[in-house]
Each structure stands twice: as structure tokens, then as C-alpha cells.
């Protein structure tokens, strides 16, 4: 059974930092690209960043740009997003997602996690 697992959100301080974890069964993530994504309350699903399968080539939206890391551990079949500088415009649930291309668009991914709420509030 393909899964994809989140962890690491929580509640934060503005300008605090936070990594999240996307854990992977049932397959090898080092075959995939992975995106993260994140959707706010009242808001449509955003993209946050992705990394390539084969050059881990990484990618980030312009808001999150210089804040974020995306990185892969494929020895530990895990993707993670270190967040840091954090926001309260920060706050979502983020999810990752499986796919073939790292890319901002969600339609191209195949496999999704069930997701991990990020609050950062003073």
C-alpha cells in the first residue's frame, strides 16, 4: 500500500522555525519528485515547494523563497521542509505529494499525504 505520512507541524512563534517530515511506504520516494503544498483556511491548495527525483533540483514559491528547504533523505525514504522566519500568513495545513515532475501544479501528482496543520501565532 503506497502512503505518504506528514509530521512535524505544530504551533509557532512569528519568525520561529519548524522542519516537517513526509515519510513514504510502500515505496522508494528516491524514484519520485515530491511537492509540498499548503492550504489556509478559506484558500485554495497552494504550492510550496518541490524537489526532483534524479537531480534533487528544488523549487519554491516566490513567498516562501529564501525561508524554506526542501531536501530528500532516501536512505530514510523522507522529504523535509524546513520552514524558518516563519509567518502567521504561514498558517495552513501542508501536505506532500508524489509524483513524476516537480512542479507547482497539484494535478500532476499522484500519491498525497493526509496533511499537517501549521499555526504560527504570537
Known amino acids: 500500500q503506497l502512503q505518504l505520512v506528514e509530521s512535524g507541524g505544530g504551533l509557532v512563534h512569528p519568525g520561529g522555525s519548524l522542519r516537517l517530515s513526509c515519510l513514504a511506504s510502500?515505496?522508494?520516494?528516491?524514484?519520485?519528485?515530491i511537492g509540498w503544498f499548503r492550504q489556509a483556511p478559506g484558500k485554495e491548495r497552494e504550492g510550496v515547494s518541490a524537489?526532483?527525483?534524479?537531480?534533487?533540483?528544488?523549487y519554491y514559491a516566490d513567498s516562501v523563497k529564501g525561508r524554506f528547504t526542501i531536501s530528500r533523505d532516501n536512505a530514510k525514504n523522507t522529504v523535509y521542509l524546513q520552514m524558518s522566519s516563519l509567518k502567521p500568513e504561514d498558517t495552513a495545513v501542508y501536505y506532500c505529494?508524489?509524483?513524476?515532475?516537480?512542479?507547482?501544479?497539484?494535478?500532476?501528482?499522484?500519491?498525497w499525504g493526509q496533511g499537517t496543520q501549521v499555526t504560527v501565532s504570537s
Open positions: 510502500g515505496f522508494s520516494l528516491d524514484d519520485y519528485a
Open positions: 524537489i526532483s527525483s534524479m537531480d534533487d533540483d528544488a
Open positions: 505529494a508524489a509524483g513524476v515532475l516537480a512542479t507547482m501544479a497539484e494535478h500532476k501528482y499522484d500519491y
